[in-house]
T-cell receptor, first 111, second 114 residues
Framework: DAKTTQPPSMDCAEGRAANLPCNHS???????VYWYRQIHSQGPQYIIH???NNETNEMASLIITEDRKSSTLILPHATLRDTAVYYC????????????FGTGTRLQVTL | KAGVTQTPRYLIKTRGQQVTLSCSPI?????VSWYQQTPGQGLQFLFE???????NKGNFPGRFSGRQFSNSRSEMNVSTLELGDSALYLC?????????????FGPGTRLTVL
């Protein structure tokens, strides 16, 4: 699975959009981009995933560049409860289900 | 639908002992994966079970083992505990179909080895 690079930390004011970038320049054609987040000492929570089209669900939007070498997770109106470590993971589907977690981005939402 | 459940949530053991952790996947999910999370190493994959068979394994010593039952529930066992085994152990389940194999995690079991 391709490696991902994320900034170690980011800050966001409550109510504003949080845009979390991820670089995955070695992604291959059958690999999906997954986003999870982990609030302190809890199990990781699935947020969203995509292949090449932009995706949106009730939690977030995922924007994938046309060349698929990078993506951005958007939390449209961040709240204090969105403070967490966010992981961007690249994985092919339909294969053995190993997720390779990097160090993620620690998002701090402030008043 | 109920989420992934793990028992116990907290456990304290001493060096040399063994421990068994349990995971019940989301109803209908046939794959269960186990991960270890420590401050130093982050989240690391231990192994995955599908239809009672281990089909993927991470780079952990043989002291770490697991199994899966016919109802998809899974257990992992750590023998001869070491101080470095203190960690949050996470279980994740998935449907494992080509159309959707998203993994959903449980709350974890916090193991402390003294």
């Amino acid at each position: 699975d391709a490696k991902t690079t994320q900034p170690p930390s980011m800050d966001c004011a409550e109510g504003r959009a949080a845009n979390l970038p991820c670089n995955h320049s070695t992604i291959s054609g059958n690999e999906y981009v997954y986003w999870y987040r982990q609030i302190h000492s809890q199990g990781p929570q699935y947020i969203i995933h995509g292949l090449k089209n932009n995706e949106t669900n009730e939690m977030a939007s995922l924007i994938i560049t046309e060349d698929r070498k990078s993506s951005t997770l958007i939390l449209p109106h961040a709240t204090l409860r969105d403070t967490a470590v966010y992981y961007c993971i690249v994985k092919s589907r339909g294969t053995a289900s190993k997720l390779t977690f990097g160090t993620g981005t620690r998002l701090q939402v402030t008043l | 639908k109920a989420g992934v459940t793990q028992t116990p949530r907290y456990l304290i053991k001493t060096r040399g002992q063994q421990v068994t952790l349990s995971c019940s996947p989301i109803s209908g999910h046939r794959s269960v994966s186990w991960y270890q999370q420590t401050p130093g190493q982050g989240l690391q994959f231990l192994f995955e079970y599908f239809s009672e068979t281990q089909r993927n394994k991470g780079n952990f010593p043989g002291r770490f083992s697991g199994r899966q039952f016919s109802n998809s529930r899974s257990e992992m066992n750590v023998s001869t505990l070491e101080l470095g085994d203190s960690a949050l152990y996470l279980c994740a389940s998935s449907l494992v179909e080509v159309s959707t194999d998203t993994q959903y995690f449980g709350p974890g079991t916090r193991l402390t080895v003294l």
